[in-house]
Nanobody, 125 residues
Framework: QVQLVESGGGLVQAGGSLRLSCVVS????????MAWFRQAPGKERESVAA????????YYVDSVKGRFAISRANAKNMVYLQMNSLKPEDTAVYYC??????????????????WGQGTQVTVSS
């Protein structure tokens, strides 16, 4: 079984930064593309960022481009989401997800089979 555990969420003022981390256990980490999704109250889950298994390709939703950065440390079974210049509209539960590896990268939730339980990010104005 693959297990994903997120950490690093919290309360931050607008303009601040947070770094989310996700550790993956149970299978070979390089077998997976990784992604971060988020879900705000009353809204659908949306893809925030994704990275392929080599780390060579990434995807960002338009609303976070230039502010967020996804990265992975394959030797540590970790994926990260550095979030800068946070805005109140970034407030959501953030989920880490793992999907079958490919050279490309997908933003669709159906491409990811394993999910963490989420970490709350709250940005105050």
């Amino acid at each position: 079984q693959v297990q994903l555990v997120e950490s690093g969420g919290g309360l931050v003022q607008a303009g601040g930064s947070l770094r989310l981390s996700c550790v993956v256990s149970g299978r070979t980490f390089v077998d997976y593309n990784m992604a971060w999704f988020r879900q705000a109250p009353g809204k659908e889950r949306e893809s925030v960022a994704a990275i392929n298994w080599t780390g060579g390709r990434t995807y960002y939703v338009d609303s976070v481009k230039g502010r967020f950065a996804i990265s992975r440390a394959n030797a540590k079974n970790m994926v990260y989401l550095q979030m800068n210049s946070l805005k109140p509209e970034d407030t959501a539960v953030y989920y880490c997800a793992a999907g079958t590896r490919s050279l490309g990268v997908s933003s669709g939730p159906d491409s990811y089979s394993y999910w963490g339980q989420g970490t709350q990010v709250t940005v105050s104005s």
